[in-house]
């Protein structure tokens, strides 16, 4: 499995923003919204061109364009703060949703919602800022992966080793981009450093 940690000086100064316990919600979405952008843009350097001749104003020439979009599936909840970079990138993209919740005690995922455009032949793009012990990310992998997309390719803000190394297993062929590979998981199985939980600081539910 390919792991691409994008190390954009411009990724790293959003990174700093979405680490700062500081950072209120509003501007937490702006930086998310913002490294998003990069990260997709990396992430979909190898789409597929098609050749067509037009005319430009002066002569016919040859020009490249996309053959299609890809379709992007953000995971609920934290994936849906990527989703607008991705579509303003790819305003055309047909969307998924997989709908997970990681159990804080176990902390296994539970799926509470999946509908996915046809993929067949597509190339799909899965959006959760964090990968931590990698079950969520496992599990919305298999669920896109099952409905034979032509490559998928993880987008994470954020990844701990032990999900990389559990990807790695489970989807082998899978590149993840992330702009962070941080240290290790604590006993809650929160990334460390990290950014705390991406979730309620997207939409401001932290408790007090
Ligand atoms: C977060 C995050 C991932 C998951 C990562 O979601 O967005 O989906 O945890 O943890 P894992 O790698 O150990 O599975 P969470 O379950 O907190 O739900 P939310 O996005 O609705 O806040
Ligand atoms: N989910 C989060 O939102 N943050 C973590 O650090 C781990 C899982």
Redesign the pocket.
Known sequence: MALIVVDHPLAQHLMATLRDRTTPAHLYRAACTELSRLLIFEATRGLPLTERRIHTPLEETTVRQLVAPPAVVP?????LGMLGAALELFPDAPVGFVG???DEHN?T?ARYYCKLPPLAGRDALCL??????????EEALKLIQAEGPRSLTMVAVVA?PE?IDRLAKAHPGVAVFCAALDRELNAR?YILPGVG????RLYGTEEA
């Open positions: 995971v609920l909840r934290a994936g997970l919740r990681r902390f995922p959760d800022p964090m990968i931590a012990t990698g079950g969520s990310a701990a999900g199985r939980d991406f979730g309620d």
